[in-house]
């Protein structure tokens, strides 16, 4: 099985739209977001058509290293790069939504996403799927961000939420959501279910 990577549209069809169709000033701020997370000797992000047509190279511009080709890139610098286009491009999309978006990023560079997925969720539903304790950690709301999946004695998918209320409580001697779930504490801040009327 090969290596997993996010799938956000084409960092370079993404660099194309974001550089040369909505302005310099929109591209300069893009490439604020880059040099977040890249460093700030990112002077560029370059993309070349192959003369045979069908493929592109995207790389990325170093003042102190020169031109670095993606195939020179981690997975972890290149997700990063597909998910800055993903949040600076077209805002009118419906959803997204990714599975373990925390995959080859380095715990810096996810917060980074992190804080870029919340804004896009100020504009349009953002739905994650994840297992990582340290995304857990860097929700900025998780008694409304987070609904918790687990199976009941049936095998069944069982969606909970979380009561804000114990949660805060708790979130007192525990960093975030992720270290209280490692520490097998999750149950204690579930929503309980509510108690069934009686009929008369």
Known sequence: MGRRRPAPASPSRGHRTLKNELGRAHWEETLDYIQ?????????????????????????????????PAYSLS?????????????RLDESRTLLAFDEP????????LMRVLA???????THPVVLATHSDRLLDGLSDPASQAIICALDELGATRLEHLDADRLGRWLEDYRGLGE???DGELGSVLQQPAAPTSRP
């Open 180 to 182: 209280l779930r490692a």
């Open 116 to 122: 870029m997925l919340d804004a896009s969720a100020r």
């Open 36 to 68: 977040l997370g890249l460093g700030m000797d990112v002077e560029d992000v370059s993309v070349t058509a192959a003369a045979g047509g069908g493929q592109v190279a995207i790389a990325v511009q170093s003042r102190l290293h020169g031109r670095i």
């Open 75 to 87: 997975d972890g610098m290149l997700s990063y790069l597909a998910f800055v286009a993903l949040h």
């Open 102 to 109: 925390e995959l080859h990023l380095h715990p810096a560079l």
